[in-house]
């Protein structure tokens, strides 16, 4: 399988530029270069930035110079310390990953879908040149298994409206259930040689999401430990996850999550990737703060120890906030 070069150990810099409250004050004070050097002397290669559409636009959708200069700034500071960056499009107009900005109706509204296209447009003009340094990617989390084909349709001609700006720059494609492993088989063929399949792992999602206030069957006081026996964990999923975790039956259910659990969970995509020569990605892992943190040190080293064996590169949520900052030695 090959590798995304320069893209081996990141760090997310949500709530910079995307779900947050989108002041001035934000932008100019959340993340500065002091991070980024930070994020450098720790090891890291390369951050992910996730921007929503109300950094550069208006009410209207129409551009907003201002916005775009966080951008040129992130993209500067990558420079001066050697790192790389992601540029993640998190929310477009009529769509968000997070249901409580009730936005809706991307996937049935070309409207919506051709402003998507313009949008990346302008990011291909403004930065398709950066690809030593730049990977684009197109939208965040998808949510709905319904969507596959839509998203197939529009990321596809999204992507060659790109490369008729930007033949250079690595693109990232993730897909349904939130950039889920099972969306990985149902993404659309590569386009070419420079795209770059993503999913997002936080399982087991009971103990990465203990006590997480916006899931809305979860007591806000529960709390778990990760190696804990698969019993525990399907019985305590149904109870405080509903449907929203991945089943533990054909695990032996009085052993404990370890290195073998995540190797079962990746072997599909890693097959996909494999025949279809395309590098994997993890845009997004990680442990809420709520844990013990020797408990979710564990976690770590188990899901890094797969992610190691067969060279798939990944960022870490969060490196500031966000319910999931992650600990200064990690």
């Given at each position: 399988?090959?590798?995304?070069?320069?893209?081996?150990?990141?760090?997310?810099?949500?709530?910079?530029?995307?779900?947050?409250?989108?002041?001035?004050?934000?932008?100019?004070?959340?993340?500065?270069?002091?991070?980024?050097?930070?994020?450098?002397?720790?090891?890291?290669?390369?951050?992910?930035?996730?921007?929503?559409?109300?950094?550069?636009?208006?009410?209207?959708?129409?551009?907003?110079?201002?916005?775009?200069?966080?951008?040129?700034?992130?993209?500067?500071?990558?420079?001066?310390?050697?790192?790389?960056?992601?540029?993640?499009?998190?929310?477009?107009?009529?769509?968000?990953?997070?249901?409580?900005?009730?936005?809706?109706?991307?996937?049935?509204?070309?409207?919506?879908?051709?402003?998507?296209?313009?949008?990346?447009?302008?990011?291909?003009?403004?930065?398709?040149?950066?690809?030593?340094?730049?990977?684009?990617?197109?939208?965040?989390?998808?949510?709905?298994?319904?969507?596959?084909?839509?998203?197939?349709?529009?990321?596809?001609?999204?992507?060659?409206?790109?490369?008729?700006?930007?033949?250079?720059?690595?693109?990232?494609?993730?897909?349904?259930?939130?950039?889920?492993?099972?969306?990985?088989?149902?993404?659309?063929?590569?386009?070419?040689?420079?795209?770059?399949?993503?999913?997002?792992?936080?399982?087991?999602?009971?103990?990465?999401?203990?006590?997480?206030?916006?899931?809305?069957?979860?007591?806000?006081?529960?709390?778990?430990?990760?190696?804990?026996?698969?019993?525990?964990?399907?019985?305590?999923?149904?109870?405080?996850?509903?449907?929203?975790?991945?089943s533990f039956k054909g695990y032996d259910p009085e052993a404990v999550p370890d290195e073998a659990y995540f190797?079962?969970?990746?072997?599909?995509?890693?097959?996909?990737?494999?025949?279809?020569?395309?590098?994997?990605?993890?845009?997004?892992?990680?442990?809420?703060?709520?844990?013990?943190?020797?408990?979710?040190?564990?976690?770590?080293?188990?899901?890094?120890?797969?992610?190691?064996?067969?060279?798939?590169?990944?960022?870490?949520?969060?490196?500031?906030?966000?319910?999931?900052?992650?600990?200064?030695?990690?």
């Amino acid at each position: 399988m090959r590798k995304l070069d320069g893209f081996t150990r990141g760090v997310n810099f949500g709530g910079w530029l995307s779900q947050c409250d989108h002041t001035k004050k934000r932008y100019d004070t959340f993340i500065t270069e002091d991070d980024f050097k930070a994020v450098s002397e720790r090891g890291f290669d390369h951050v992910r930035v996730p921007v929503d559409y109300e950094l550069f636009e208006d009410d209207n959708m129409n551009f907003e110079e201002e916005g775009f200069k966080y951008i040129d700034f992130a993209i500067a500071m990558c420079k001066k310390y050697s790192i790389k960056m992601i540029l993640d499009l998190h929310r477009t107009p009529g769509y968000s990953f997070d249901p409580f900005h009730g936005e809706k109706g991307f996937f049935e509204d070309e409207k919506y879908q051709e402003h998507f296209y313009v949008i990346w447009e302008e990011l291909a003009k403004r930065y398709g040149d950066e690809y030593e340094t730049v990977v684009f990617e197109l939208l965040n989390e998808v949510t709905k298994k319904e969507y596959c084909d839509t998203w197939n349709r529009v990321s596809t001609e999204t992507i060659k409206k790109i490369r008729a700006i930007a033949p250079d720059i690595r693109i990232i494609v993730g897909g349904y259930y939130n950039n889920s492993l099972e969306a990985v088989r149902d993404l659309a063929m590569p386009y070419d040689d420079k795209i770059i399949y993503t999913f997002h792992c936080y399982e087991p999602l009971l103990f990465t999401h203990q006590g997480a206030y916006w899931i809305a069957t979860m007591d806000h006081d529960f709390r778990c430990e990760y190696k804990m026996p698969y019993s525990q964990y399907e019985e305590l999923s149904q109870k405080y996850l509903c449907q929203a975790y991945c089943s533990f039956k054909g695990y032996d259910p009085e052993a404990v999550p370890d290195e073998a659990y995540f190797d079962n969970l990746l072997q599909d995509a890693i097959k996909v990737a494999e025949e279809r020569d395309v590098p994997l990605y993890c845009g997004e892992y990680g442990v809420i703060d709520k844990a013990d943190r020797k408990d979710a040190a564990l976690w770590f080293k188990d899901f890094h120890s797969v992610m190691d064996r067969y060279g798939i590169g990944r960022a870490v949520w969060n490196y500031k906030e966000m319910d999931f900052e992650i600990a200064k030695d990690f």
